[in-house]
């Protein structure tokens, strides 16, 4: 089993905490007039080109996003 965590992160008191650690913490798109959760990103997906929910560009290329803040 390969485990999701939460990629996204944010500023609070001048560091970033990320929303992993977060019970709250969560990221939803609004698709078809409904509410999806795209919090959850496989740790299998991290760095592999065109993976993953949650992507960043780098060196040209979407690739999947590693877990950002503490």
């Known amino acids: 089993i390969i485990p999701d965590f939460k990629p996204w992160a944010v500023r609070r008191s001048g560091r970033w905490k990320s929303l992993n650690n977060a019970p709250k913490g969560r990221f939803l798109i609004r698709k078809g ?3 999806q959760d795209k919090s959850a ?17 780098k060196g040209d290329k979407w690739v999947g996003q590693a877990q950002v803040g503490e």
């Open 41 to 57: 990103q496989s740790v299998g997906d991290v760095g592999k080109e065109n993976q993953g929910k949650n992507r960043i560009r």
């Open 33 to 35: 007039g409904t509410w």
